[in-house]
């Protein structure tokens, strides 16, 4: 039987190497193709957000009309229906404005009027790299994943204040599953039909229940630093059971931590949510 000191490297092993695959994925030309993409899209409030998600759930990348022809050699599909989204009137202030204001600005937002944008369904053309270019949702099923699953499901129901519920897959707007940090539920796609990809996504979500969770320490990273970590614990996880998700699991993990200095902090802070998964899954 192997001893502490060998667990413990081989632990601290699984981490370096998916830092190590993940930065020779972002080395990548393709993925700076991507990153150059993701440049051409403005940065939206929250507001904004807000706003396109009421207007169309399953929006991925929104531009305007001419945006779609010169940036990316594509054109609004015929008929197709405008996402509005809020804009800043900015005016010029007059002395006596920045007095009644109480500003010394020069401009100030003085409204919002409402600009089109399209998602790129609504148009067609030339290819746009997107995150689902890296992340390849097909991973080869194993025997043991669906008894690991039903085994680590039941324990986390029954041993801890976690409480794990399976809903529809089209309930869940394009997501495997999520963790609700207000109810510490986590609630899992129960008909994912890749048994594979159902077991790397509750170590996903249970990552974040315990890394993101209301009193945890890191709850107010940047969401980039929580997909990170937590995709990289279910990565490595995976790992330690003998299924290779790395066709999903560093693609996913990339396109969150686009910064290496992320992904570097990021990874150095999943050590010990890791080992614990790990101890888990081997008891």
């Known amino acids: 039987m192997p001893n502490k000191a060998y667990v413990k490297a081989w632990k601290a092993q699984l981490v370096a190497q998916a830092e190590q695959q ?95 944008v399209f998602d790129v369904a609504q148009t067609s053309g030339e290819p746009v790299l997107s995150a689902k270019d890296f992340v390849k949702e097909n991973l080869a099923d194993r025997q043991n994943v669906t008894s690991l699953y039903n085994a680590f499901k039941d324990y986390l129901n029954q041993q801890t204040d976690l409480k794990v519920s399976e809903v529809p897959l089209a309930t869940l707007n394009g997501a495997k599953g999520y963790f609700q940090p207000s109810t510490n539920e986590i609630v899992i796609g129960g008909d994912e039909p890749d048994n594979a990809l159902k077991l790397k996504t509750l170590y996903h979500e249970y990552a974040h229940s315990q890394l993101h969770g209301l009193k945890s320490a890191f709850k107010d990273r940047p969401r980039a630093y929580q997909e990170t970590q937590a995709e990289a614990v279910a990565y490595v996880a995976m790992q330690n059971i003998g299924v290779d998700t790395s066709n999903y699991s560093l693609g996913y993990v990339a396109t969150w931590a686009k910064d290496k200095a992320v992904i570097h902090s990021a990874l150095s802070e999943i050590q010990q949510v890791s080992n614990k998964v790990i101890e888990l899954s081997d008891g």
């Open 22 to 116: 993940i930065l020779k994925l972002t080395d990548s030309d393709q993925f700076k193709k991507y990153l150059n993409t993701l440049a051409k899209f403005h940065r939206y409030s929250a507001r904004n957000i807000d706003l396109i998600y009421a207007q169309n759930p399953q929006a991925t990348q929104v531009a305007g009309f001419k945006q779609w022809q010169k940036a990316f050699n594509r054109t609004v599909n015929r008929g197709a229906k405008a996402i509005r989204i809020a804009a800043p009137i900015i005016k010029k202030l007059t002395p006596a404005e920045q007095k009644h204001l109480d500003t010394t600005d020069e401009r100030a937002i003085v409204g919002y009027r409402y600009l089109p």
